[in-house]
């Protein structure tokens, strides 16, 4: 049996542990610098604050209704959810961190053992110890536990947010339930064809023939299919996962337009990504740059654009992706322009070991040994180390006007009891 | 390696190893050389870890500074920094951090019959009654209070 435990609304309950005055009213967080709104407690939703709602446009509506507004507060979440998988993982050995605040949880040998109590007793001990309500839904499967997850946040009063489905009866009754579009794994593409042929719910997909389901859904589909019948396919991934893709992006405080100030921006997001590449241990061999203006200002038409450029050898040198990077802002720079926001993107990620030599271009090899060092320098000294064509003077501080305490990381923002 | 108690019964207590964290074994840099051992290669031992002694659980252990002097007979004064344990059950004597109306407050617990007090540890100040009217959580148990001198 497989369990899936997810944290209700994270990023809310985060700051109401640490300001429990805030249970039961509404808080919605922005994402980096503010710009949009990616979290929403309950409450803040069913005021109807839209997900992904630029922030400028909302600010007048959270403060009429009331809704306390939070700067994303990455290191406080981050601890917290070390924390909750930290607990999980007391209740069994195997487990996969789906995401910061989402865990799949293999529970095997558990024959004996009545699992909606063990559920229980997992929900009761996170939230007494961190102080975070979490949903637990279990089934014989990882996509069926993901169903009976969405049952008991669905049905918190009649489920107390642990729900287990488990009977031939009990499945059936679940996915015909569920809506397509709901269904783990299924993207809006897939589910909009699927409602063309009257495949509305879960229960619709699983009766669908195999054959149809492999070719048009190729074989995730059908093994997505095969695990919804309850027929464990999906196993747990453990480990941290190699991303496929690695992005930086990120929205100016105010605009740029000097193809000066945008390069150091673009080398700075370049350099990010390449150590993130260095830490998984992977080479890029594409790597995207985009820009875009301010899409809501009505007085200036829109400019988004993006340029993929294939490295001409698999690299993670913060030297030569910075420079690739440049190159490819350069071709993308209009003089007059104000820009809000632009990023960096590399993809087609291969392992280091398995990097293929150009014949002809080859990567500067000194490039590996100084990275190395660099790498080394900047974790002990706090990136102090930056390549030429970044700014040593400028700091560029995100944008965080909301932005709550450090309250478990930092040992100067923790709480203040009085006494 | 050391353990938490996850459950009590009444014939059984259940605990579970933690792994992570703490300091590792030092390593003894002896490597080979022409002259004698260290003698007190033999007798390695790991370093005093406050983090083991202090932070029992470390999952459920936050941190708080105190401001102000009203547990100050008990010996927890303004600045003092404490370690709370959100994993304890509060218990009469229990020093807890609560949340009484809208803020933070240290006391010492003592249960009654349908209603709770937070007694002080100065007597310029007095017991509060928490009862159902009050919007009210123990929010952890204090373990350790730090001081500095």
């Known amino acids: 049996m497989f369990a899936l435990v997810d944290c209700n609304n994270f990023y809310a309950s985060c700051e109401r542990v640490f300001n429990p005055a805030l249970e039961g009213k509404p808080i919605a967080v922005l994402s980096n610098n503010d710009g949009c709104f990616i979290a929403r407690s309950n409450e803040a939703k069913a005021l109807g604050l839209p997900m992904g709602a630029p922030a400028f446009k909302y600010e007048a509506f959270?403060?009429?209704?009331?809704?306390?507004?939070f700067s994303s507060n990455y290191p406080l979440y981050g601890d917290m959810s070390a924390r909750v998988m930290q607990i999980l993982s007391q209740f069994t050995p195997e487990i996969e961190i789906y995401s910061i605040d989402e865990a799949f949880l293999l529970l095997k040998g558990f024959d004996y053992v009545d699992l909606a109590t063990y559920g229980k007793e997992m929900q009761q001990r996170v939230e007494k110890w961190t102080g975070i309500p979490v949903s637990i839904?279990?089934?014989?499967?990882?996509?069926?536990?993901?169903?009976?997850?969405?049952?008991?946040?669905?049905?918190?009063?009649?489920?107390?947010?642990?729900?287990?489905?488990?009977?031939?009866?009990?499945?059936?009754?679940?996915?015909?339930?569920?809506?397509?579009?709901?269904?783990?794994?299924?993207?809006?593409?897939?589910?909009?064809?699927?409602?063309?042929?009257?495949?509305?719910?879960?229960y619709d997909f699983i009766k669908l023939p195999e054959d149809w389901v492999r070719?048009?859904?190729?074989?995730?589909?059908?093994?997505?299919?095969?695990?919804?019948?309850?027929?464990?396919?999906?196993?747990?991934?453990?480990?941290?996962?190699?991303?496929?893709?690695?992005?930086?992006?990120?929205?100016?405080?105010?605009?740029?337009?000097?193809?000066?100030?945008?390069?150091?921006?673009?080398?700075?997001?370049?350099?990010?990504?390449?150590q993130k590449l260095r830490a998984q241990k992977s080479a890029a061999n594409v790597l995207m740059v985009f820009v875009r203006n301010n899409p809501f200002d009505p007085k200036v038409p829109r400019i988004s654009k993006h340029i993929a450029i294939p490295l001409a050898y698999p690299t993670d040198s913060s030297i030569t992706l910075g420079q690739v990077a440049i190159k490819g802002l350069r071709a993308l720079y209009e003089a007059g322009v104000d820009y809000k926001?632009?990023?960096?993107?590399?993809?087609?990620?291969?392992?280091?070991?398995?990097?293929?030599?150009?014949?002809?271009?080859?990567?500067?090899?000194?490039?590996?040994?100084?990275?190395?060092?660099?790498?080394?320098?900047?974790?002990?000294?706090?990136?102090?180390?930056?390549?030429?064509?970044?700014?040593?003077?400028?700091?560029?501080?995100?944008?965080?006007?909301?932005?709550?305490?450090?309250?478990?990381?930092?040992?100067?923002?923790?709480?203040?009891?009085?006494? | 390696m050391r353990l938490v108690k996850t459950k009590d019964t009444p014939s059984l207590s259940f605990y579970t190893p933690l792994t992570e964290g703490g300091l590792k074994q030092p390593i003894i840099e002896g490597g080979i050389s022409a002259g004698f051992?260290?003698?007190?290669?033999?007798?390695?031992?790991?370093?005093?870890?406050?983090?083991?002694?202090?932070?029992?659980?470390?999952?459920?252990?936050?941190?708080?500074?105190?401001?102000?002097?009203?547990?100050?007979?008990?010996?927890?004064?303004?600045?003092?920094?404490?370690?709370?344990?959100?994993?304890?059950?509060?218990?009469?004597?229990?020093?807890?951090?609560?949340?009484?109306?809208?803020?933070?407050?240290?006391?010492?617990?003592?249960?009654?019959?349908?209603?709770?007090?937070?007694?002080?540890?100065?007597?310029?100040?007095?017991?509060?009654?928490?009862?159902?009217?009050?919007?009210?959580?123990?929010?952890?148990?204090?373990?350790?209070?730090?001081?500095?001198?």
């Open chain 1, 215 to 274: 070719k048009q859904m190729a074989v995730v589909g059908l093994r997505l299919q095969q695990d919804l019948k309850g027929i464990p396919t999906l196993g747990l991934e453990e480990g941290q996962k190699s991303k496929k893709g690695i992005a930086t992006t990120r929205s100016f405080e105010g605009t740029l337009n000097s193809l000066p100030d945008l390069e150091e921006r673009i080398a700075t997001f370049a350099n990010h990504c390449a």
């Open chain 2, 37 to 149: 051992p260290s003698p007190a290669e033999d007798f390695t031992e790991v370093s005093i870890d406050l983090n083991l002694e202090l932070l029992k659980n470390p999952s459920s252990t936050f941190f708080c500074r105190v401001s102000g002097d009203s547990m100050q007979d008990i010996g927890i004064a303004d600045g003092d920094l404490l370690i709370v344990d959100k994993s304890l059950e509060p218990k009469d004597d229990k020093i807890a951090v609560c949340f009484i109306d809208g803020e933070f407050t240290l006391k010492k617990i003592k249960l009654d019959k349908d209603c709770c007090w937070l007694i002080p540890a100065n007597k310029n100040y007095k017991p509060i009654k928490v009862t159902s009217e009050n919007e009210f959580i123990v929010w952890g148990v204090v373990t350790y209070a730090i001081k500095s001198y």
């Open chain 1, 62 to 69: 959270c403060k009429a209704n009331g809704i306390k507004v």
């Open chain 1, 341 to 419: 926001k632009a990023g960096v993107m590399i993809s087609g990620l291969v392992p280091v070991n398995g990097k293929q030599l150009d014949l002809f271009q080859r990567e500067q090899p000194k490039h590996d040994a100084l990275m190395a060092v660099m790498d080394k320098m900047n974790k002990r000294y706090g990136n102090a180390l930056k390549v030429g064509n970044q700014d040593l003077q400028r700091t560029w501080k995100m944008k965080q006007e909301h932005l709550s305490k450090r309250y478990t990381t930092s040992l100067s923002e923790i709480i203040t009891v009085s006494s």
């Open chain 1, 137 to 202: 839904g279990i089934a014989p499967t990882k996509a069926l536990a993901k169903v009976a997850n969405k049952i008991a946040k669905k049905f918190k009063e009649r489920t107390g947010g642990v729900h287990v489905i488990e009977t031939a009866e009990s499945i059936t009754k679940a996915l015909k339930w569920t809506q397509i579009a709901d269904v783990w794994g299924i993207g809006r593409q897939h589910a909009r064809r699927l409602e063309a042929v009257q495949v509305n719910t879960a």
